[in-house]
């Protein structure tokens, strides 16, 4: 059994535990309401674009139909980007997306496609080397700043670049999506043919200049920038969220392993004075 020395030295480890997961759910917290904001308000935008190629969409077919949103006409070869943060500390934030990945992966490959994958965050790239590690092609990190274009630019561009070279047919993100503190769900989503959502009726009819070609060939490269850009901050929300919760969580099993040390602590030093007692006791009565 340990000692009362033992046992307080234990306790004092703890509740240092304890100020340092405290700190963390304090920043967490602190920068979520920033990241939540920054996500919202991308959000919009990119719902957005994607309407506007929909609705462009629906005059473009045959031949003229941009590459990006005819596709290549087969879909054997397939790139999964991959995207999660580089640190941990968040629960199941990370572990999630990774797991939605493998199971992506494998049952592309059970089809018989051939995988590659570009990864966005280290946890994503620790997560998938050791099944995956002969199917990468490159990782990226995110940086301890908030995502910006300038840093989605380079990763969107090689993404263009491997396309358009005829490397891949389909091309799908794989992220979390941001729907509450408590709530982070991972998402597929296909970027490459762009897909196209169905209308629900009769909308309004626009007449475009340049046409509707012109426009595309413009708009789809932006919207690989676009649609990263938000999965990145979807991503950032979901990360502090998810820390945020789990240092909570953290902070209470360290309150609650401190009581229990502490209840303990006090029955070994009253068993001990009880022990002593007792000896001095016999002592003197033997005399």
């Not at 919009?44 to 005819?70: D, E, F, K, T, W």
């Not at 509450?180 to 970027?191: A, F, R």
């Not at 762009?194 to 009726?201: M, T």
């Not at 902070?251 to 502490?262: P, Q, S």
């Amino acid at each position: 059994m340990a000692t009362v020395k033992e046992m307080r030295t234990r306790i004092g480890s703890v509740k240092s535990t304890q100020k340092i997961t405290k700190a963390l759910q304090m920043v967490a917290a602190a920068k979520l309401r920033r990241a939540q904001l920054a996500t919202e308000a991308a959000r919009p935008y990119a719902q957005r674009m994607s309407a506007i190629i929909s609705n462009l969409a629906a005059g473009v077919s045959g031949p003229s139909a941009p590459l990006l949103l005819a596709g290549t006409g087969s879909d054997k070869r397939h790139l999964v980007i991959v995207a999660t943060a580089d640190r941990g500390l968040a629960g199941a934030f990370n572990g999630s997306i990774v797991r939605a990945a493998r199971q992506k992966i494998a049952a592309l490959i059970a089809e018989g496609k051939d995988v590659k994958i570009i990864t966005i965050g280290r946890k994503g790239r620790d997560g998938l080397r050791r099944q995956f590690g002969d199917r990468f092609l490159e990782s990226h990190e995110v940086g301890l700043k908030s995502p910006t274009l300038s840093l989605v630019h380079p990763i969107a561009r090689r993404v263009l670049e491997l396309y358009t070279s005829g490397q891949f047919d389909v091309v799908s993100l794989i992220y979390s999506r941001f729907k509450s503190v408590v709530t982070q769900t991972p998402t597929l989503k296909q970027l490459i043919p762009a897909e196209v959502e169905a209308s629900n009726g009769p909308g309004a009819f626009y007449d475009y200049e340049p046409d509707e070609d012109t426009i595309l060939e413009a708009l789809l490269p932006q919207n690989i920038s676009v649609q990263l850009l938000s999965a990145m901050l979807e991503n950032q929300a979901g990360f502090f969220a998810s820390q945020m919760a789990a240092m909570d969580n953290a902070t209470r099993n360290a309150g609650d392993l401190i009581n229990a040390l502490t209840i303990q602590m006090n029955r070994t030093r009253q068993a001990k004075i009880t022990t002593e007692l007792i000896e001095i006791i016999a002592g003197a009565a033997a005399v």
